[in-house]
């Protein structure tokens, strides 16, 4: 058995401690508020400022992990290279860890290291620079913060007006400290995959089949999966992956798995973004679209358990319920409604408190491979709708 300490404790958190459990693994959840959904199920909890340094390295000397997993973007990262050389496992590594929590270090690796297709894009840490960037980057332009989750500060500038409201949309989303923004032209793309590539030990790289997904507000609301793609241009997603993630590993494993994210269209394929853990988009396994679901995947990847393959089982479609407004303690109704149907199930992820469009649950609804995903999609959405948020 292993302790295994989770930095972040969010719902992707909660079904990853649920996967390393199963595996007979201890895990200390931690977050910077109590309750959160992955502590429900750890063995043990921490509250802190992930992004103090000191208060850290304090739990980190306390309960003397053997594998450190983040989940979150707002952790002070740079203190993870001198946990490796503690000799603690960071997943994948510490060099992962810190060039993915933040935009600007894993686009230039993809860019100018490696040479990779990505959207034209400038840097800017105020609001004259941003008008500065829009001018050379041209609308429409997309506006995210470098440090962000689940969409939270990212908007489209169509208008030189628009350029206040996104710079300051974009730093009230910003997570952790940074005051700095990436602004990418708009790529005429005719989709946008997630591909979720599983980095192993000692073994090949393999991937899943590709994830299609629909984002509001900059934030996920639905994936589905497979979609369907030109066998060459997946298999290019796929080689420009594994570049990454090669280029990732320094001086630790860099097993686990990642979350590819590419634009797809006119016959090319863009490298947009990469997150070193399971994806929210990849929820959709949960409707056991595959042998092993992402987060069983990251599991064994993490523990050098051996991925013999990775294979497609059905086809699946994941859909967000969400919060209406701001509360506490809420409860949910329409859950017989909505799971009334065949093929469909639903997880509520055990949140605390709502805000207005907060993620609160999934619905997963499956069928079998070569089905209508047009319907599947609509089913999954119709369920999806039938649950409300109700706060106490």
Known sequence: MKKIMLLGSGELGKELVIALQRLGQHIIAVDH????PAMQV????????????????SIV??????LIVPEVESIRTERFFDYEKQGIQVVPS???ANFTMNR???RDLAAIDLGLKTAKYKYATSLAELESAVAEVGMPCVVKPLMSSSGKGQ?????????????NYAIEGSRGDLVEVIVEEFVDFDYEITLLTVAQQAAQTLYCAPIGHRQERGDYQESWQPIPMKPELLEKAQQMAVEVTDALKGTGSGAGIFGAEFFIGKDDVWFSELSPRPHDTGMVTLAQTQNLNQFELH???ILGLPIPEIESLRAGVSAVVLASEEGDNPHYEGLQEAVSQERVDIRIFGKQSTRPYRRMGV???YDDLGCDMESLRSKAKQAADKVKVINN
Do not use: C, F, N
């Not at 000397?61 to 053997?66: G, L, N, S, T």
């Not at 908007?155 to 710079?167: A, F, G, Q, R, V």
């Open 363 to 365: 619905v997963v609804a």
């Open 104 to 106: 600007k270090a894993i």
């Open 155 to 167: 908007s489209y500038i169509k208008k030189s007006e628009d350029i206040t409201e996104s710079w």
């Open 61 to 66: 000397a306390k309960h003397q992990p053997d």
């Open 94 to 96: 510490a060099k992962a």
């Open 299 to 301: 599991a064994r990847a």
């Open 33 to 36: 508020y109590a309750g959160a």
């Open 42 to 57: 750890a063995d043990d909890y921490e509250v802190i400022d992930m992004l103090d340094g000191a208060a850290l390295d």
